[in-house]
Nanobody, 124 residues
Framework: QVQLVESGGGLVQAGGSLRLSCAAS????????MAWFRQAPGKEREFVAA????????AYADSVKGRFTISRDNAKNTAYLQMNSLKPEDTAVYYC?????????????????WGQGTQVTVSS
């Protein structure tokens, strides 16, 4: 069993930056693919970014490529999402997710564990 707890959300002006953290419990964190998804009001949950257990593979949604960076520290059981040049359309609840098998980063159904989410609001 893995528990995920996100932090780092908040209110920021357009053009600003935030760093989200996802702290994971459990001894096998280093073997999981980690990802970030987001969901805006009235919209479906969408893929943002993912990183493989070995950190040799990453994937990004086109809408965040070049602005967001996903990383992980397996020694700290923590994944991160550095968000720069934020836009009002980035406003959403951001969720951390963990997949214990394989690399299908963009599909929510493949993820076994989810955090409770953290709100990110970008003002114009």
């Amino acid at each position: 069993q893995v528990q995920l707890v996100e932090s780092g959300g908040g209110l920021v002006q357009a053009g600003g930056s935030l760093r989200l953290s996802c702290a994971a419990s459990g001894r096998t964190f280093s073997s999981y693919t980690m990802a970030w998804f987001r969901q805006a009001p009235g919209k479906e949950r969408e893929f943002v970014a993912a990183i493989s257990w070995s950190r040799d593979s990453t994937a990004y949604a086109d809408s965040v490529k070049g602005r967001f960076t996903i990383s992980r520290d397996n020694a700290k059981n923590t994944a991160y999402l550095q968000m720069n040049s934020l836009k009002p359309e980035d406003t959403a609840v951001y969720y951390c997710a963990a997949d214990q098998a394989g690399w299908s980063p963009r599909k929510p159904a493949t993820y076994d564990y989810w955090g409770q989410g953290t709100q990110v609001t970008v003002s114009s």
